[in-house]
C-alpha cells in the first residue's frame, strides 16, 4: 500500500504546497479507529496529528461543564484531548492525544461524555453554571455530611476521567537504574548541544527527550537555518555524532519526570507504546532511575493561551501548535486561521500557514504598532493585521466558525471601537512563552519573576544543575545553542573532565520585537456574564472563578489554587499556571510575587502504576524464604503460613482433617510419642571473642559469666526503657564462644542492636558477631519417645546424667556432623539438632524413618504456638508489643538483681514500671471450654450493653489446646497478677463472655515432663 | 559425609544445564564453594601475615576489593570483615586459617552453608543486573577484582565482577536462592538465557 | 533519594542505611547514678535540630558500620562524614574545635 491510494486526509498539506511535507513517511498509511469511526494517517503521525488531518476538532469533554473540546497543544502541555487508549486490560485512561504515537489498528476512544460524543447529557452543566462556582464542593456538598455517599455515586458517573481497567496488566514494565556525569532532561537546540558538548570530554552523558526524536522545537520552524542547514538537519548531524559515542546513551520517548534529592530522577520510557502489539519479553515501560553527577535542564517551554470569551471551543488552539502539525507533520489544523497574539511570534505561524496554502482570516495583534521583520513579511503576503485590537470572543458550534473582535482602549482594559465579526475555522493564540520549570521547581529550585517579560524564571538552584535555553528564558535559538554548548562543557568539568567548548554555529532565525502581555482579553461585557473565559481548560476553571475567590478572601495562589482547582489536574496547570497567577494578582492589585508561585511535584507527566511496579508483582513481588526442608513439607502436603518474608510449614493435614482436626493430632502426639518440627527459621548469631560473655551479660537481663562451656540457657532481652525486645536460648560453645538464637522475626534486629552496641557504646569489648542463621538446618525432636528416635540416629550417650536438660552435645546424626540442644519450647523432652544447611532434609528424612515405628508426627507452627501456650512460654511481639517488661510477664526470676547493669536494667527502675496496676500477662479460661476466644479481644471489668467501656487489657494468644482439654488464653490485662480467680468479661460483637482469670500455666505446672 | 545427600537451595530451581547457544546470559550455579567469613583488625600486622600465611592471598584493605589467588578470594565486607571463598581443594582450610589467627582477635565462621553463589555471564550480564542493582556498574566504576553489598532487586546480595566478559558472582543467602535465580531469569527475558 | 556517603564503602542510597538519629548521646557509664529525670532524658529527648545536625547512621546493606554525619535536616545537604570516636568537625558556621597542640 502506498500513499497513493491511501483514504483522503483533508487537512494533510499536498501538491504544490509540500514545503510541509512534515516528517511523516507518506509512503506508509496507518489506519485507526476514534471513537469506532475509522481513520487513516501515516508513521509518524500522533493521534493528534492525523485526527487533525482528517479534521476531526472535536475530541473530548470538558471534566466539568462537559464542553466541547478539542486539540489545545501540541506535546505533553495538552490539556483537552485525553484519551481512553486499548482496549480490555490493556486500556489506559488520560492518554494525551499529543503524545500518542500512532501504530496501525490502534483504538482510541473519547472520555468524559455519555452517551457520546456530539450529544452528551452532561452538557446540561453548562446550562447550571451558577451551580458550580469556584468551590463548588466546598459550598455544596459538605452538608450533611451522610448525603456525601448519594452525592459522590451521581458525581463519579458524570465526571471522573476515563475508566481504569479491571482485570490484571497483560503487560511488562520494568526498571533500570544508572548513573551517568551528565543528564541532559530536553533534547531540543540547547540540550543537543549540551549533550554533544558533555559527551566530547568524555563524560557520561545521557540524553532524553519526551518525543518520537530529538530536535525539540526545531521540528516545528521552517524559518531557521543553522550553519547554513535547515534546522533539522542540524539536528540530525548532533543526533548521528553523539550516537557514536560509546558513553552517550539517548532516550526518545523518554520523558524526565521526576527530580529528587541529590540529584536522583526517574525518567519514564515508553519502549513500545508505539508498536502498539505485545512485544515478547521486552516491557512497555521502563523507569530509569539516575543519578547524575550533573544535571542540565533543556525543558523548553510553554506558550500561553491568552484568556477570552469562549476560548475553549474546539479549534482555538496555540500558535505554536499549529505551525508544529503543519510543519513537523504536515496537516494544516483549519483553512482559514486566525491568529491571536501578543508578539511576534504568532506572524510565524501565519507565514508557515500561508506558505502551505492556509487562506489567513487575519491576525489581531493586541500591540498598537506592530513593526519589525515578521511583521513586514506577514504585510507583504497581504495578510490582514489587525493592531491594538481585542479578540472578543470565538464563535461556533461544536468548533470554530467566527471570531468576534475590536479595537481597544489604550491600556487594554476595554473596548473602543465597534465589535466585528470575521469568518475563521481556527483561532491560533500566541500569548508569549513560559520557561518549562517544572524540574527545576521540584529539585527545590527557587523560582525569580522577571517583570519585564512577565515569566518565572530558575533563580537559585538546589542541585547541581544548570538550565539552558528556552526554560532558562533564552528564547532564541542561537543562544539557546550557545548556552547549551557553554554549560554543557562546564558541567563536565565540574563533573571531572576537561575539555573546550565547541564553536557556536551560525544561527539564522527571525528577530522578534516587543511584546504586550494582556492577562484578560478585554469583551464586551464583565466576565463572568454570557461566556467563559477557561484558564484552567482540564479543570473548567475560567477567570471569573478566579476573581470570585478573591471576593470571597482568599490571597494566596496556594489557597486560590485548592479552592478553584485550578493547575490541579492531571496536567499540572501546564498552560494555566501563571494565567492564573497572574489574573488573581491583578485582581488583588498586588505583584505576582506577592501572590507566591505553586510548588510541582512529580510526576511531569501522568506515569502508569505499572511502570513504577515494574517486576515486583507476581511471583517477584516479595522474596518467600523457604527453609531446606521446604520440599519435604510440600511433598507431605503442609498447609504453610507467612512469617514475615518466611514461609512456614503451618500444619499437615492428612485426608479430611480440618485446621483444627490437625492441629490437635499433632499437639497430642507432641506431647504423648514423638512429633517433628522444622525450627530452621529461629536466628543464630556466633558471638565470639575474649569478651564475649562480658558482653551477654550486658545484652541480657540474667546472668552469663558462669555459664559452663556446653550448657545453654535462656535469656530475655530488654531496651534501655525496660521494655522487653527479644528472647532466645543461647549456649557456650567454648570459653570464648556463644551460640545465640533468636526469634524468627527478631533476628535480623537483634543482631543490628548488639553490633549497635559494639561499635558505639563498647568499643574496648572484643566481641566479633557473626550471623549463621542459615548456616544451620534445624529438626526440633519433641515428646517423651523423642529419646527413642534420636538414640536410633547416634550414639552419643541421651540419658539425663549424660546430656542433661539445658545441654548441647556435637556429634553425629544419622552420619551428620550435628550439634544437638537439649531444649525444649514445649516443656517436655526434646532434641534440637542442627546440621549444616545443605543437610537438613537429609536429616529430616533419617528422623521421620527412625521415627516410623513410634509414629513421628511432623508438626507446624499452629501446633507449636499451642504446645508453648499451654506451657505458657511467650511469644515476643505477640504476647509483647514493645510496652511490657520482664516483671509484667512474671518473669522476674530472669533479672539479674546483682548485675551492677545490663541493658534495660535502669530502666525498669523507673516509678512508672513499679505501677501494681500496670497490664500484667495472665492465663484467661472461658466458662465454655470448647470456646475460643478471639486474639485481640478486649478484656473488662464492667461490662455494658455498648461501647465505651473501661478496658483492662488484650487477649495476646488463644487457641484450643487437646493435651489440657479445654480451650486457653494468654491475656495483658491491668493489675493481672492480683487479679487471679476474678472472673471478667470480653465483650464481642453482639455477645460477650465470661472469663476467669488465671496463672498464664496450663499443662505440667511443675515442670516435670522435661526429661520425658 | 556423603555428598549424594547434599542439597542446594537451587536444586530443582535451575532446570537442567542447557539452553540456546545464542542466549545473551548464562546463568550458573557456583555449587557448594568453601565460604569463610573472617573478622580481624586489618592494622594488625600478625593478623594479615596469618591470613596470607594459610590462604596465600593478601588480605585487602581497600574497601569493596577482592585478592585473589588460583581459587581462594578474599572479599572485603567490612574494615574488619572479609569473605574467603574457595574452591577446588579446600581439605582443612578453615583448621589452617583458625591456627593462622589463633594468636590474635581472629574470628572464623563456616558460612559456606549460609549461601549460594550464582554466575550471570554475557555481553547483556551488567544490563540484567542493572535492573536490580543499583550501584553503578559501568568499567569506570567497578570491574574484575571489586565486590559490593547492597540489594539485588530485593534479596541482600555480596557481588563482584569475575571476568570482563563481563561476568559476575552474586551471593545470596540461600532462602534468597530461588528469588534471585527467578529474578535472574525473568530480568535476562529480552536476551535469553541459558544454564551453565 | 538522599546518598549518604559511607565513610568506606562511598556514597550510596539512603535506603541502604539505617538511621541512628543524633550523635553524641552517649549511654550514661553508670546508669543507676542517674536521676529519673536524666534517665528520661537519655532515653527520649533529642535536640530535633533544624538546620546542620550531626546524626548516626548506620550502612545497613553494606559493611555494617555506624559512622557520624553532619547533615542539614532542611536541604538535605552533607557537610561532613566522621567515624565513631573521631572528634566531631565544626557544624557550618561554627568555630573549629580548639586544635590540639599538646604535642607541637
Known sequence: MTGMNSPHQTNRITGTHVKGGGRVDRSRPVSFTFDGTSFSGFEGDTLASALLANDVHLIGRSFKYHRPRGLLGLGSEEPNALIQLARGNRTEPNTRATQIELFDGLVAQSQNRWPCLKFDVGAVNQLFHKLFPAG????????????????????????????????????????????????????????????????????????????????????????????????ADWVAQVVAELRSMPEVTLLTRSTVNGYYDHNYLTIAERVTDHIGAVVPNVPRQRIWKVRAKRVVLATGTIERPLVFRDNDRPGVMLSSAVRGYAVRYGVLAGQRPLIVTSNDDGYRTALAMHDRGARIACIVDLRTEPDGALVDAARSRGIEIHAGHSLVGSLGRGRVQGAEIARMTGDGTGLNGAVRRVDCDLIAMAGGFNPTVHLFSQSRGKLTWD????????????????????????????QAIKDGLQKGVEMAREA????????????????????????????????????????????????????????????????????????????????????????????????????????????????????????????????????????????????FEHVGQWMRAWYYPKKGETLRQAVDRECLAARTGVGLLDASTLGKIDVHGPDAAEFLNRIYSNAWLKLGIGRCRYGLMLKDDGMVMDDGVTTRIAEDRFHMTTTTGGAAGVLAWMEEHLQTEWPELKVHLTSVTEQWAVASIVGPKSRDVLA??????????????????????????????????????????????????????????????????????EAMHVLRAERGFIIVGQDTDGSVTPSDLGMDWIVSKTKPDFIGKRGMARPDLQDPHRKQLVGLLTEDPNEVLPEGAHVVADLKPQPPMVMLGHVTSSYYSPNVGRSIALAVIKGGHGRHGQTLSVPLVGRSLKVTVCEPVFFDKDGSRKDG | MDEARALSALDGVTGHSGGAWDAGIVLTEVRFPTLLNLRGTAADAAFGAGVEAALGVVLPAAPNTVSQADERAVLWLAPDEWLVVATGEVEGLQGNLEDAVSGVFATVVDLSDNYVCIRIEGAQARRVLQKGWTLDLHPRAFGVGQCAQSMLA???????????VPGYEVIVRPSFAKYTWDWLVDASAEYGHRVG | MQQIPCPWCGPRDDWEFHYGAEAHVARPETPSDKSDEDWMGYLYLRSNTKGPFRER????????????????????????????????????????????????
Open chain 1, 136 to 231: 463548588f464542593y466546598y459550598k455544596t456538598f459538605m452538608w450533611p455530611a451522610s448525603f456525601w455517599m448519594a452525592y459522590e455515586h451521581v458525581i463519579r458517573h458524570a465526571a471522573g476521567l476515563g475508566k481504569a481497567p479491571e482485570g490484571p496488566d497483560p503487560d511488562r514494565y520494568e526498571r533500570m537504574h544508572a548513573h551517568c556525569d551528565i543528564l541532559v532532561a530536553g533534547g531540543g537546540p540547547s540540550g543537543l548541544a549540551a549533550a554533544l558538548a558533555a559527551a566530547r570530554t568524555g563524560a557520561r552523558v545521557i540524553l532524553a527527550d519526551e518525543s518520537t526524536e530529538f530536535g525539540g522545537s526545531l521540528l516545528s520552524e521552517d524559518d531557521v537555518e543553522i550553519d547554513g542547514l535547515p534546522a
Open chain 1, 451 to 478: 517583570p519585564e517579560r512577565f515569566i518565572f524564571v530558575p533563580g537559585t538552584n538546589h542541585e547541581p544543575q544548570v538550565s539552558v535555553g528556552g526554560c532558562n528564558g533564552d528564547f532564541t535559538v542561537a
Open chain 1, 496 to 639: 571531572g573532565f576537561t575539555g573546550r567548548k565547541p564553536a557556536a554555529p551560525e544561527v539564522s532565525e527571525p528577530k522578534s520585537t516587543a511584546e504586550r502581555t494582556l492577562w484578560l482579553l478585554p469583551s464586551t461585557r464583565p466576565v463572568g456574564h454570557k461566556g467563559k473565559h477557561f484558564v484552567d481548560f482540564q479543570n473548567d476553571v475560567t477567570a471569573a472563578d478566579l476573581k470570585l475567590a478573591t471576593r470571597e478572601g482568599y490571597r494566596s495562589i496556594e489557597h486560590v489554587k485548592r479552592y478553584t482547582t485550578t493547575g490541579m489536574a492531571t496536567d499540572q496547570g501546564k498552560t494555566s499556571n501563571v494565567n492564573a497567577l497572574a489574573i488573581v494578582s491583578e485582581t488583588l492589585g498586588v505583584d505576582v510575587t506577592q501572590v507566591g508561585t505553586t510548588t510541582f511535584r512529580p510526576p511531569y507527566t501522568p506515569t502508569t502504576i505499572g511502570a513504577y511496579g515494574g517486576r515486583d508483582i507476581g511471583a517477584l513481588f516479595d522474596p518467600v524464604r523457604t527453609t531446606a526442608m521446604d520440599g519435604w513439607h510440600r511433598e507431605n502436603g503442609a498447609t
Open chain 1, 792 to 861: 536410633k540416629l547416634n550414639d552419643l550417650d541421651l540419658s539425663n546424667d549424660a546430656f542433661p536438660f539445658m545441654s548441647m552435645r556435637e556429634g553425629t546424626v544419622a552420619g551428620i556432623p550435628a550439634r544437638v540442644y537439649r531444649i525444649s519450647f514445649t516443656g517436655d523432652l526434646a532434641f534440637e539438632v542442627n546440621v549444616p544447611r545443605r543437610y537438613g532434609r537429609a536429616l529430616w528424612e533419617a528422623v521421620m524413618a527412625a521415627g516410623a515405628e513410634f509414629d513421628i508426627t511432623p508438626y507446624g507452627t
Open chain 2, 154 to 164: 530485593h534479596a541482600g546480595a555480596i557481588l563482584r565482577q569475575t571476568s570482563d
Open chain 3, 57 to 104: 547512621w548506620m550502612h545497613a546493606a553494606g559493611c555494617r558500620r555506624w559512622f557520624n554525619v553532619i547533615r542539614n535536616t532542611v536541604s538535605h545537604e552533607v557537610f561532613a562524614v566522621y567515624k565513631i570516636g573521631e572528634t566531631p568537625p565544626p557544624l557550618p558556621g561554627e568555630a573549629p574545635a580548639a586544635p590540639d597542640t599538646t604535642e607541637r
